[in-house]
């Protein structure tokens, strides 16, 4: 059987331009993909020359650049398992990650370097943001030449740790074919092709950045103009030479913002693509009016890779996530696993070769967290007589107040509509009479003077009684994770007492 490792296929797609650009961008020189070749076997060596072998961690806590990219990619082709954590992750949170891991080798700046070689034992090598360290220093010197690590199909590749929006947060196994089933779907499903220019701006701990970028640039030796972050002006420097963009929702908005985006701007682009929490239906349409182009949004998991899309031919609608990918299964169950009426609200499970096989370390999770084989996603969904699927929120996200089910996407949809309103979340808290009480956090747009005694009206009129919230707060900012998506238990945390005597 061929080797199944995952960096023999995309070095397999990318070899024959081997002198094409592979990234450019700011601050750093343009990186060929045979350089990036080159790179990745004198890192693969270095590792080898650490001791590590097929199946050991390698978990790094690095900002984005060139060589953090290419180190992931010198973890596949060592068979090696690579464990990104955010960057801005505190003390004790790297802390727990280095306990759960068991990593043989650390990467992180210098100071990160120093502390967990003394209080952790774990041998390290530096990286800073511009790309330079000791890991670099120490394989300059190696060799080019490397074999890539026969790898089965099933072998873990990545443990990427889930958000960790409620409870400890678990790295879920992504296997080699895992990736690769995913990168050659969304390969195909998004029409790419060699002549692509990837804007990236996504950060690379993440599945989005990480996989569905990279993956999909290397399966089509596109080019990646690669930049360090988002930032509105920088990106806008780039945009006449790009193809495709992707990003979450916040970028998008930051993007309507600026005077200056409009057709014009956005003419050399073929797609923008947003995910990684939900985009406004005002978001979509606004986009759509100033630049000619149709988001297409998709939905995913850490644990799962990509799920649903919209089509790339074919009508976008704002508010859904589209169809499940090629080869992707799902079903809709209730709470008890049970089947439902179609166009009932209920739980996403899946199944497919994307499909992570359980979590590091939690065997008891890999029952809980499947049912018949099909993951568990516990997002509340909603699916057209045409499989059109939408998402409604997270099951945990469920309200009940006075025994009623309430599902918080249909009193945001409500509260985004009204005049004066930037974005919400409803959320429910301990009351003393119905159990849950509903609050809506909301966020006033900029020189907006709210009333929230109006809004209680506005919601009473067009939501049954029991829907309405019970309490209104405004704050600047709605509490997000890394990606973009709402804290929701944080709200639920801070307000915890509100309906308290």
């Known amino acids: 059987m061929a080797n199944q490792n995952l960096y023999f296929h995309l070095r397999e797609a990318f070899i024959s331009s081997a002198d094409k650009t592979f990234l450019a961008g700011p601050g750093f020189d343009a990186l060929s993909y045979l350089a990036c070749d080159e790179l990745t076997g004198q890192l693969a060596n270095l590792m080898a020359d650490r001791g590590l072998t097929a199946g050991d961690r390698v978990l790094t806590r690095t900002d984005k650049s060139p060589m953090a990219l290419v180190l992931y990619l010198a973890c596949?082709?060592?068979?090696?398992?690579?464990?990104?954590?955010?960057?801005?992750?505190?003390?004790?949170?790297?802390?727990?990650?280095?306990?759960?891991?068991?990593?043989?080798?650390?990467?992180?700046?210098?100071?990160?370097?120093?502390?967990?070689?003394?209080s952790h034992g774990i041998q390290s090598l530096s990286l800073d943001q511009n790309g330079q360290g000791t890991l670099v220093d120490a394989a300059q010197a190696l060799p080019f030449e490397h074999d890539i690590v026969d790898s089965q199909a099933d072998d873990v590749a990545v443990l990427i740790y889930t958000s960790g929006t409620t409870g400890t947060p678990k790295g879920a196994m992504l296997s080699h074919n895992n990736l690769l089933a995913?990168?050659?779907?969304?390969?195909?499903?998004?029409?790419?092709?060699?002549?692509?220019?990837?804007?990236?701006?996504?950060?690379?701990?993440?599945?989005?950045?990480?996989?569905?970028?990279?993956?999909?640039?290397?399966?089509?030796?596109?080019?990646?103009?690669?930049?360090?972050?988002?930032?509105?002006?920088?990106?806008?420097?780039?945009?006449?030479?790009?193809?495709?963009?992707?990003?979450?929702?916040?970028?998008?908005?930051?993007?309507?913002?600026?005077?200056?985006?409009?057709?014009?701007?956005?003419?050399?682009?073929?797609?923008?693509?947003?995910?990684?929490?939900?985009?406004?239906?005002?978001?979509?349409?606004?986009?759509?009016?100033?630049?000619?182009?149709?988001?297409?949004?998709?939905?995913?998991?850490?644990?799962?890779?990509?799920?649903v899309s919209n089509p790339l031919d074919g009508e976008?609608?704002?508010?859904?996530?589209?169809?499940?990918?090629?080869?992707?299964?799902?079903?809709i169950r209730d709470e008890a696993g049970n089947s439902i009426e179609q166009g009932d609200?209920?739980?996403?499970?899946?199944?497919?070769?994307?499909?992570?096989?359980?979590?590091?370390g939690k065997p008891e999770l890999n029952h809980s967290e499947f049912q018949d084989n099909y993951f568990i996603t516990g997002d509340m969904v909603q699916e057209a007589p045409?499989?059109?699927?939408?998402?409604?929120?997270?099951?945990?996200?469920?309200?009940?107040?006075?025994?009623?089910?309430?599902?918080?996407?249909?009193?945001?949809?409500?509260?985004?509509?009204?005049?004066?309103?930037?974005?919400?979340?409803?959320?429910?808290?301990?009351?003393?009479?119905?159990?849950?009480?509903?609050?809506?956090?909301?966020?006033?747009?900029?020189?907006?003077?709210l009333n929230t005694d109006a809004l209680l009206t506005a919601c009473r009129e067009k939501l049954a009684a029991y829907k309405s919230p019970k309490s209104i707060?405004?704050?600047?900012?709605?509490?997000?994770?890394?990606?973009?998506?709402?804290?929701?238990?944080?709200?639920?945390?801070?307000?915890?007492?509100?309906?308290?005597?």
């Open 316 to 331: 976008r609608l704002a508010g859904t996530v589209g169809y499940p990918l090629p080869g992707v299964e799902t079903r």
């Open 182 to 307: 995913n990168a050659q779907t969304l390969h195909a499903a998004w029409g790419w092709s060699s002549d692509d220019v990837l804007l990236h701006c996504l950060p690379i701990f993440h599945v989005h950045g990480l996989f569905v970028a990279t993956h999909l640039a290397m399966l089509g030796a596109s080019t990646l103009l690669f930049l360090p972050r988002f930032d509105t002006d920088l990106v806008l420097q780039y945009f006449s030479d790009a193809t495709v963009f992707m990003g979450v929702p916040t970028y998008y908005t930051r993007l309507l913002q600026v005077a200056q985006l409009d057709t014009a701007t956005c003419q050399k682009f073929r797609l923008f693509v947003s995910g990684s929490a939900p985009l406004l239906a005002e978001t979509f349409q606004v986009f759509r009016e100033k630049t000619g182009h149709t988001i297409l949004e998709r939905y995913g998991m850490s644990e799962t890779g990509m799920l």
């Open 386 to 449: 045409d499989g059109r699927i939408t998402l409604v929120g997270r099951s945990k996200d469920l309200v009940i107040s006075g025994g009623l089910n309430i599902y918080p996407k249909e009193i945001e949809s409500v509260l985004d509509q009204q005049p004066g309103i930037l974005e919400s979340a409803v959320f429910g808290v301990p009351h003393p009479d119905f159990g849950e009480g509903l609050v809506a956090a909301v966020v006033p747009a900029e020189g907006a003077d």
């Open 473 to 501: 707060i405004l704050l600047n900012e709605l509490p997000r994770n890394s990606m973009g998506k709402v804290q929701k238990n944080r709200l639920r945390e801070q307000h915890a007492v509100l309906f308290q005597t």
């Open 345 to 360: 609200i209920g739980i996403l499970q899946v199944k497919g070769a994307n499909v992570f096989n359980g979590y590091w």
């Open 76 to 118: 596949l082709r060592s068979g090696v398992i690579y464990v990104p954590v955010n960057p801005a992750c505190t003390d004790d949170e790297l802390d727990y990650f280095l306990a759960d891991a068991n990593p043989t080798l650390f990467v992180g700046d210098k100071e990160f370097c120093v502390r967990v070689g003394k």
